[in-house]
């Protein structure tokens, strides 16, 4: 139970002095918890600092550790498409060897026709576009490309040329083009019936002979497009004595598996291994760093926490000492030194009557 007051003056210094230490707490309360976060702060930085060097360091390790395999597999990636060229280039002239050893005799057998078609219409004096394939085109046409062939230059002749002449003229009138297609019938088909009228007659003998060995020239072209066709097509490569590059080929392909093999192995030991001693180096390098920043956030938050239970206790003895007498507005140090100055002057005789002055003078 609370004793009465007997010496108003003495109180109210106690309660001063009770009041500032309180003040006083509570200011060191604030700094200290400042400091505190400002040391969690600078711990933060420092761990993060760590953190990142750990990462940057491994993630270049790991870097460099791939780039290396990675040259290994790139070169051996070259070398793998220089030799693949290589066999393709040798499959491709052995394609080209057997296609000309296949097709000769086709070859030969048409130089032949060609020569006694020459020597035919040589002895005969037939004049000598009239071997040449394109007179048969026009004259003889008996396969479809000589169809076509005739159709096209009839195309030109009484179509392109003159129509394209007539649109070559500034002024156009219909009779413009029919003089045109006058012309070019006149001597387009003049020239065409003139070189019939003085060929086709006279060496047509000759002419159709020339028309059989052209047939047979044209027999065996197909021939030959057929042989090398099918020789294209063909799969089976034994012929062409690619295994020295087939064996070239498995070695460099067996290489670069090893080497993927090695580079995946390489990885797997240095993420279950190496990091991990990288991560141990690195944090040993700054071991001393951070634990004397853990040790000075451990020793603050001791004093923090010390701090917080005595500041805790003489709240409570300010509220229980001091509160019930006096209003919380005047928990104070400059309020209490003026309720003080009105008791010891005797202005007030107890403290409600100074509390009544106080509010008086200052309202």
Not at 95 to 109: F, G, Y
Not at 251 to 279: C, D, G, H, P, Y
Not at 317 to 326: D, E, I, K, M, P
Request: charge should be positive; charged fraction near 30%.
């Amino acid at each position: 139970m609370d004793q009465p007051i007997t010496d108003y003056g003495a109180f109210l210094k106690e309660a001063r002095q009770a009041v500032t230490d309180l003040n006083e707490m509570q200011q060191r309360e604030s700094a200290l918890s400042q400091q505190l976060g400002q040391s969690r702060r600078q711990l933060e930085t420092e761990e993060k600092a760590v953190a990142d060097h750990i990462s940057q360091t491994v993630k270049r390790r790991a870097a460099d550790i791939a780039s290396g395999y990675d040259k290994e597999l790139s070169r051996g990636q070259e070398r793998l498409r220089k030799a693949k060229s290589r066999r393709e280039k040798a499959k491709s002239q052995g394609v080209k060897e057997r296609i000309a050893e296949e097709t000769s005799p086709l070859w030969e057998e048409n130089r032949k026709l060609k020569l006694q078609m020459k020597t035919i219409f040589q002895q005969n004096r037939v004049p000598m576009f009239c071997r040449s394939s394109w007179y048969y085109r026009l004259y003889f046409p008996r396969r479809l490309a000589e169809f076509a062939a005739f159709l096209a230059v009839l195309l030109i002749c009484f179509l392109v040329i003159p129509y394209g002449s007539y649109l070559l003229i500034p002024e156009r009138r219909p009779l413009y083009l029919g003089m045109i297609y006058f012309g070019c019938i006149l001597v387009f088909g003049g020239l065409y019936v003139f070189i019939g009228n003085k060929t086709k007659d006279k060496y047509s003998d000759t002419i159709k002979e020339g028309r059989q060995i052209l047939n047979q020239m044209y027999a065996n072209e197909r021939k030959i497009k057929r042989i090398t066709r099918d020789i294209r097509r063909d799969k089976n490569e034994a012929i062409y004595n690619l295994q020295k590059h087939d064996d070239e080929i498995a070695q460099i392909e067996q290489m670069m598996s090893e080497t993927a093999a090695k580079k995946k192995e390489a990885l797997n030991t240095f993420e279950t291994v190496t990091r991990n001693i990288i991560a141990d180096e690195i944090s040993a390098n700054n071991k001393e760093k951070i634990d004397l920043l853990k040790e000075t956030c451990e020793f603050q938050e001791g004093e923090l926490r010390n701090l917080n239970e005595e500041l805790k206790d003489k709240s409570l003895f300010v509220t229980n000492r001091f509160g019930a007498y006096l209003e919380k507005e005047f928990l104070q140090p400059q309020r209490l030194d003026a309720l003080l100055d009105l008791v010891e002057n005797g202005t007030a005789a107890n403290l409600s009557e100074a509390m009544d002055q106080y509010k008086k003078q200052h309202a």
